[in-house]
């Protein structure tokens, strides 16, 4: 008997008309099926005018459309490929089967475990992680997976977790794995919860089963007597940049003298990060219009910074020589060759080659007394500090920065700007002195 063709729905992306926080909007994807209309969400959110509708992809406007947009056609081809070799009848039931599975495996056969690593995967590549915040969540996971090994339950699956397990895990955290943390135990369940509350969302189990659960963190004491140097940022004042200038001077080690030049390029552009400057090329710097634009390698955020005269004769420097001049990095940090895509391998030359000038800035620190470790990190702040404390506007100096919000800004130097303001204060509130002197009685 001759198989029955059938049609085969087309799905289609749109955009959510719910807004987030950052006016942005979530992207669907959404198949008709006998009359039944079955949608999904994808998780990646963007702003509306960044969505084309009628070419169903991000715009390039939006910084993450590449990777948005390979994980909307790839996730639309394995639909359709499913449906394309499905035996039997297509119904609103079995598509809702294929778009409840993240890799087309059925989910009642998919282990807790595997539907975490692909959540997991999938945010990374829709471009909402780095691959460091992945590899992260991924090295959290499979110690979970270790966990549930250890217990006989590897193949549990997402229905059959419950508080009694999470709470016999964070135990296992602390008093097996020795973990003394509770922030960074706490840090250890969230990629776990986040992929609980997308197959909630999804409808792959019970919203009011998973609530509970992602609530379930270590209770984290508060400190009877706050440490005041804890959360103090640190940096170095006008007369410690000169004193460094000075070591400079008088430098005869030829490679810490190029690592001084590093941290005061960095302090004299903005407190540009170690991986900006790490991945730094000569087509990112305009000599003409005195500016400095590429794409950060954190946020993947564009950045224009304007160079003054003292980041510019570092720069003319490293161009007169001409092993830099004739190479693709300014810095000579990388290879020309070096695949910078390869995320894994550049994320551990970043941490190989921060290490190393962290090492002997340290060194130069002690022999100028600097009461804490001098690293790269040190320029950054520097430079924000003198900028607030020399009157810079937040906004101004959070676009230099690079941060992706205002707030972030506030947040790190919320102690600087506090004393900003008390300054400001007392100099813009001078007529209060113009007025009597009120006779108390």
């Known amino acids: ?15 959510h008309n719910r807004q987030d926080s950052h006016d942005r909007r979530q992207i669907y994807i959404r198949y008709y099926c006998r009359g039944k209309q079955i949608r999904r969400r994808t998780g990646i959110y963007v702003l509306e005018k960044d969505w084309d509708g009628d070419r169903q992809q991000v715009k390039p406007s939006d910084r993450n459309a590449r990777h948005a947009n390979r994980f909307l056609k790839e996730n639309l081809n394995r639909i359709e490929t499913q449906l394309l070799s499905c035996e039997k009848e297509i119904t609103p039931t079995v ?15 998919k282990t807790l475990v595997q539907y975490c690593h692909e959540y997991n995967d999938m945010r990374y590549r829709a471009g909402y992680c780095t691959y460091r915040t992945y590899e992260n969540k991924a090295s959290c996971i499979n110690v979970f997976a270790k966990y549930l090994r250890s217990k006989g339950r ?41 992929a609980l509350e997308y197959a909630s969302d999804n409808g792959l189990v019970e919203r009011a089963k998973i609530l509970p659960l992602t609530r379930r963190f270590v209770p984290v004491k508060k400190k009877r007597y706050a440490d005041r140097d804890a959360d103090e940022i640190k940096y170095l004042k006008t007369n410690d940049i000169n004193r460094l200038i000075d070591c400079y001077s008088h430098c005869g ?112 620190g002690t022999r100028l007394s600097i009461p804490f470790h001098l690293t790269m990190h040190v320029a950054r702040h520097s430079f924000a500090v003198a900028a ?27 102690k600087v700007l506090s004393k900003t303001i008390s300054r400001e204060y007392m100099k813009k509130t001078s007529f209060y002195s113009k007025t009597k002197k009120m006779k108390m009685e």
């Open 154 to 194: 590897e193949n549990l699956g997402i229905d059959g977790i419950d508080i009694a397990l999470i709470d016999d895990y964070i135990s296992y955290r602390f008093e097996t794995l020795g973990n003394k943390s509770p922030e960074g135990v706490n840090k250890t369940l969230v990629p776990i919860y986040k």
């Open 95 to 109: 598509i809702e089967n294929i778009l409840d599975g993240i890799s087309g495996k059925k989910t009642e056969d």
């Open 1 to 15: 008997m001759a198989r029955k063709i059938q049609t085969i729905p087309r799905g289609t992306y749109y955009l």
């Open 253 to 364: 080690r030829s490679r810490t003298k190029d690592f001084l030049e590093i941290w005061l390029f960095s302090y004299y552009a903005c407190g540009l990060r170690i991986s900006d400057i790490l991945t730094l090329e000569w087509r990112h710097i305009d000599f003409n219009d005195k500016i400095l634009s590429k794409s950060q390698y954190k946020t993947g955020e564009n950045i224009t910074i304007p160079l003054n005269d003292n980041a510019l004769d570092i720069l003319a420097k490293w161009q007169k020589n001409p092993m830099s001049r004739h190479n693709r990095y300014v810095f000579r940090l990388m290879e020309d060759d070096f695949d910078i895509h390869d995320e894994r391998k550049l994320l551990m030359r970043k941490n190989s080659i921060t290490k190393t000038i962290n090492t002997s800035l340290i060194t130069v």
């Open 388 to 414: 607030i404390n020399n009157g810079m506007d937040i906004k101004i100096l959070s676009k230099l920065m690079g941060h992706t919000t205002v707030m972030t800004t506030e947040k790190v130097y919320a």
